[in-house]
C-alpha cells in the first residue's frame, strides 16, 4: 500500500510569491494535518483536516491557509511568501480513532 | 503557554540503554507520543501513551506520569541504526491529529 505522498519534493520561490503543496493520504485515511518544520526543530502543527472540516490551527498568520477535498486529499497554500517560511512543510494522515500520525516525505520550501 | 523540553543531544555506545526524558507544559492532554526521524527522512511513530505507566515494544519503552507532565522513551540495547532525533509531542486536541511537538533529542550512538 502507498504511503502518504506529496509533491513537489523541493521548490525555490522569491519573497511575496504564493505557493500551494499537496498532500495525499494513505487509502482509508480521513484526517490529515500538516506540519512545519524549520532545519533543527520539531514539527509545528499549522492545520488539521478531518472529512473535509477544519478541526484545528496552529499559531500561523492568515497567509496560511488549507483545504481537504471530497477524496481526502489536502492542499497547504501559502501567500505573500517571506524568507521565514523555508522550511520541510510534512502532511501526516491518520486513521479514526488511530494514535499513530504516518507522515509523508515532506516538501522542501526555500524562499529568496 | 504550552511547551515540551527535551535535551537536545545525547550520545550512548551501541548495546548500551539510554533514557530520553521529557517535560510538558500544555493547556489540553490527551496523550504523549514519540517519533523518531533520521537525518533527511520523516518523523515515524514509536509509541504513545495516554494513561500512566509504561509501554513496551520490542527494544523501545515508554513511560508517563500525568501528574508530574512527564514522560520519557527508553531505549535498549542500541545499535547504531537508532542514531536519530527523537521527538516526543503531546496530543492536545480530541483529535489524534493535533500534536505539539518538542525540538527534539539528537540521539548518536557510537561504535
Known amino acids: 500500500d502507498a504511503g502518504v505522498t506529496q509533491s513537489p519534493t523541493h521548490l525555490i520561490k522569491t519573497r511575496g510569491q504564493h505557493v500551494t503543496l499537496r498532500c495525499s493520504p494513505i487509502?482509508?485515511?480521513?484526517?490529515v494535518s500538516w506540519y512545519q518544520q524549520v532545519l533543527g526543530q520539531g514539527p509545528q502543527f499549522i492545520f488539521q483536516y478531518y472529512e473535509k472540516e477544519e478541526r484545528g490551527r496552529g499559531n500561523f498568520p492568515d497567509r496560511f491557509s488549507a483545504r481537504q477535498f471530497p477524496n481526502y486529499s489536502s492542499e497547504l497554500n501559502v501567500n505573500a511568501l517571506l524568507l521565514g517560511d523555508s522550511a520541510l512543510y510534512l502532511c501526516a494522515s491518520s486513521s479514526r480513532g488511530g494514535n499513530e500520525q504516518f507522515f509523508g516525505p515532506g516538501t522542501r520550501l526555500t524562499v529568496l | 503557554g504550552q511547551s515540551l523540553e527535551q535535551p537536545s543531544e545525547v550520545t550512548a555506545v551501541e548495546g548500551a540503554i539510554v533514557q530520553i526524558n521529557c517535560t510538558y507544559q500544555?493547556?489540553?492532554?490527551?496523550?504523549l507520543s514519540w517519533y523518531q526521524q533520521h537525518d533527511g527522512g520523516a518523523p515515524t511513530f514509536l509509541s504513545y501513551n495516554a494513561l500512566d505507566g509504561l509501554e513496551e515494544t520490542g527494544r523501545f519503552s515508554s513511560f508517563l506520569s500525568r501528574s508530574d507532565s512527564y514522560g520519557y522513551l527508553l531505549l535498549q540495547e542500541l545499535q547504531m541504526k537508532d542514531s536519530a532525533s527523537y521527538f516526543c509531542?503531546?496530543?492536545?486536541?480530541?483529535?489524534?491529529?493535533?500534536?505539539?511537538f518538542g525540538k527534539g533529542t539528537k540521539l548518536s550512538v557510537k561504535p
Open positions: 509531542a503531546v496530543r492536545f486536541g480530541g483529535s489524534q491529529g493535533n500534536l505539539i
Open positions: 500544555t493547556s489540553g492532554f490527551y496523550g
Open positions: 487509502s482509508g485515511h480521513k484526517s
